[in-house]
């Protein structure tokens, strides 16, 4: 095995194995960056072994220096020095050029309400309505309750145990799932704001946050107009935000 023997083929292997190790070998897959990190060690540790005596230096560097003078190595010569620029123009290439990506997407996160809506067949006013289970104070304790059962029934696998967008399927999802506990989504609502949205779901948003975009579930034909405002109620409650209120007129 005397081409195992040459100093310039031990360095190229290690090399190789190395390289598949790291890309192959390990699991999880490392990420480029430190396949690129750990590399640049080895070929550094290569080459301290391959110079550290100057024999051993000469006989790494002659495979090198015959193909780039000797008479006899002119083919090999001249199909390196068409495959390498080839090579390496087309790796620039495939970095340089542009790439075809999906176009940006300018959606309404919060559109206007519609004033009014059909809520399995009753006309339902939007503007100004406020959570009708709030009337009885008493009764508040036992409502949130059965929101909270609700909403791990129905709601828990998008919007997440801690309310915060981050439920199972959610990173499947563009846009995600609302995140509760942000100050910018329920806390800037009013309760009739979020009755809308639960009863409708992405299906009904209008066409400036482009409806067949949002995978939130309409709930009007599984949930009752009660059991809609009982789990607005624990979703304010769960994460201590405040709705917003009308304002009145005075
Ligand atoms: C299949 C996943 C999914 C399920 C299940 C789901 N949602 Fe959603 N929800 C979303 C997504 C995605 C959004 C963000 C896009 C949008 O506004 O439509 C959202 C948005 C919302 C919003 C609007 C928040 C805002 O800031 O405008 C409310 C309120 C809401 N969901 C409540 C609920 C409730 C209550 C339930 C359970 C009865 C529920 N969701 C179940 C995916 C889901």
Redesign the pocket.
Known sequence: MSVLRSRFVQAVLVLVVAFGVFRFGVRPPAPWSVVTLYMSIVLLAVLVYVSSDSDSWRAFVRPIRTTLVDPDKRLVRLVLMVALPLLFGSYAYTQAAAKSEAPPELRA??PAPPASIQFRGKELNIQGLDNPLRKDPAGAQKHVAAGGE??S???????GDNLD?K?H??PG?N????N?Q?P???A??QEA??FW??AK??PG?PKE?T?W?????A?ED??TEEQ?WQ??MY?YDATGQQPRRWETAH
Do not use: E, K, Q
Request: net charge positive; with cysteine; charged share 10%.
């Open positions: 996160v919060h609700i909403y029934r129905n709601c828990v696998y998008c919007h967008g439920g399927f959610a999802f846009p995600p799932p609302a509760f942000d910018g989504t329920i800037m609502l704001y979020l949205r639960i779901g992405g948003l946050s409806p975009n949002s995978v939130m579930p709930w599984r949930l809609v789990v607005i979703l």
